[in-house]
């Protein structure tokens, strides 16, 4: 649970793979040279995408978790470390309408010529209006073969949570509450999986990046999507528009390091030369030889 403002998250105890969302969230201790046990060590605020659950979209759900955390992080001046593996705003299907509509064909013989619409069955048109899923309008003087009526689809709303437009507007929140995090807090996001659309930019509006050299482009859309709307295969992989050779030469990632482990060492790295909190002091520690 939380609000906008990170004042009412709560603490669980659970295992691993049991969230419900596609957003997880950690306050960690941490010790190191820096902050040793014997002075408490620092605290850092973690979020991350789940990208195994719907393939880590945001959702409503999602973004509030990430915007109340990030607030958390930002009013108490603690480091924010956002762990990208995503697939942007999660754009959703109605299932219960995709196993029923129909297609009225233009030619049934040859579907190739397109449709006139779109319609329900009179069962069918019952179930999901009663559940708020469609709204159709009843086609005069059409039939099915059993005799029952059609219901042409006006609009899919869908009987599920955070299946359209109102993912975007949750990214629109999370955008502006990682610009404020920017100028209030020390802002570092570890890119260890493809970061895609509203992903992309929470990278870009974060102040320090690592992006994983392989697998984990930066991306506002695909290759694929693109190739179309050019006309021609321009491109072959998403590595040519937001790998580390595009992301590291034009400034937005600042570190490209090899696997996960060393990923981590970075944003430890980074960790070593930001204060414990926003207006303390730095501290400074020997590192031995070999280590960081």
Known sequence: ASDDEGDDLVEVVRGAGQNDIGMVAWRLTLFTPQYPEATGGREVIVVANDITYKAGSFGTREDRLFAAVSAYARRRGLPR?????????????????????????????????????????????????ASGSIRASRVEGATEPDGGGRWRIDDIIGAAPDL??????????????????????????YVTGRSVGIGAYLVR???????????????????????????????????????????????????????????VAAVLRWLAYVPRQRGAPVVFADMPRGES
């Not at 990682?178 to 570092?188: G, H, M, N």
């Not at 509006?205 to 295969?233: C, F, H, V």
């Open 205 to 263: 509006l974060g102040q320090r990046t690592i992006q994983k050299a392989s697998s984990a482009p930066i991306l506002l859309t695909g290759y694929e999507a693109l190739n179309k709307l050019i006309g021609s295969d321009v491109y072959t992989s998403n590595a040519q528009i937001g790998g580390p050779k595009v992301m590291a030469s034009n400034g937005v990632s600042h570190t490209v390091v090899q696997d996960d482990l060393e990923g």
């Open 81 to 129: 470390v956002y762990l990208a593996a995503n697939s942007g705003a999660r754009i959703g299907l109605a299932e219960e309408v995709k196993k029923c509509f129909r297609a009225a064909w233009v030619d049934e013989a040859d579907p190739t010529k397109g449709f006139r619409y779109l319609y329900v069955t009179d069962a069918d048109y019952e179930r999901l209006a």
């Open 164 to 189: 359209g437009v109102e993912n975007l507007r949750g990214s629109g929140l999370i955008a502006g509450e990682t610009s404020r995090a920017y100028a209030e807090t020390f802002t570092l996001t």
